[in-house]
T-cell receptor
Framework: KQEVTQIPAALSVPEGENLVLNCSFT??????LQWFRQDPGKGLTSLLL?????REQTSGRLNASLDKSSGRSTLYIAASQPGDSATYLC????????????FGQGTTLQVKP | EAGVAQSPRYKIIEKRQSVAFWCNPI?????LYWYQQILGQGPKLLIQ????????DSQLPKDRFSAERLKGVDSTLKIQPAKLEDSAVYLC?????????????????FGAGSRLTVL
């Protein structure tokens, strides 16, 4: 049974700092991995999607990496801003494109001005 | 492009009462998902529809939860009778058909959610 874990559960950093959020999963037979952002009282917004054959994806100040063999992914946020404050969730789909999307519990990020 | 619409946004009921949530997915999205998100946890899939057929409902508590997707568009999730532990945000999401092979089929678009409080 696939389990997804995110560490830390909460993180507080000063504005401008670079930071890394971690995600680990127990079954390496995944189809893809996604990172989402969730603002309070709102739904989830997809940030980055990495296929199982890829090592990383970049979008603006965000970079997500995937090491399928070790069951790990990281989300790197460069030059953090107060507007980045939100909960970040990773989710894995597998083993095929019709597999369930299994979510971690999220990391709540606070960026202080 | 209009997003995924959900209603109501908030609902407070007493245990043993019933409640229904409605979802209207993005036009053209064949796949619709209902997730339950308990405070402090990640979303958990309750049921997945492909058009109006059920793909996965293995985690749906069928003794009290039911869902339908008439005509392959709108969907309704019902809880009857509600328990205290059903207090959560119920998220609806939609996507293109994952079996289509299209890259965008992997991307889910979520609604804002319906927050349920059971007293």
């Amino acid at each position: 049974k696939q389990e997804v874990t995110q560490i830390p559960a909460a993180l507080s950093v000063p504005e401008g700092e670079n930071l890394v959020l971690n995600c680990s999963f127990t079954d390496s037979a995944i189809y893809n991995l996604q990172w989402f952002r969730q603002d309070p009282g709102k739904g989830l917004t997809s940030l980055l999607l990495i296929q199982s054959s890829q090592r990383e994806q970049t979008s603006g100040r965000l970079n997500a990496s995937l090491d399928k063999s070790s069951g790990r992914s990281t989300l790197y946020i460069a030059a953090s801003q107060p507007g980045d404050s939100a909960t970040y969730l990773c989710a894995v789909r597998g083993p095929s494109n019709t597999g369930k999307l299994i979510f971690g519990q999220g990391t709540t990020l606070q960026v202080k001005p | 492009e209009a997003g995924v619409a959900q209603s109501p946004r908030y609902k407070i009921i007493e245990k043993r009462q019933s409640v229904a949530f409605w979802c209207n997915p993005i036009s053209g999205h064949a796949t619709l998902y209902w997730y339950q998100q308990i405070l402090g946890q990640g979303p958990k899939l309750l049921i997945q529809f492909q058009n109006n057929g059920v793909v996965d409902d293995s985690q749906l508590p069928k003794d009290r939860f039911s869902a339908e997707r008439l005509k392959g568009v709108d969907s309704t999730l019902k809880i009857q009778p509600a328990k205290l532990e059903d207090s959560a945000v119920y998220l609806c999401a939609s996507s293109f058909d994952p079996t289509s092979g299209a890259m965008e089929a992997n991307v889910l678009t979520f609604g804002a959610g319906s927050r349920l409080t059971v007293l």
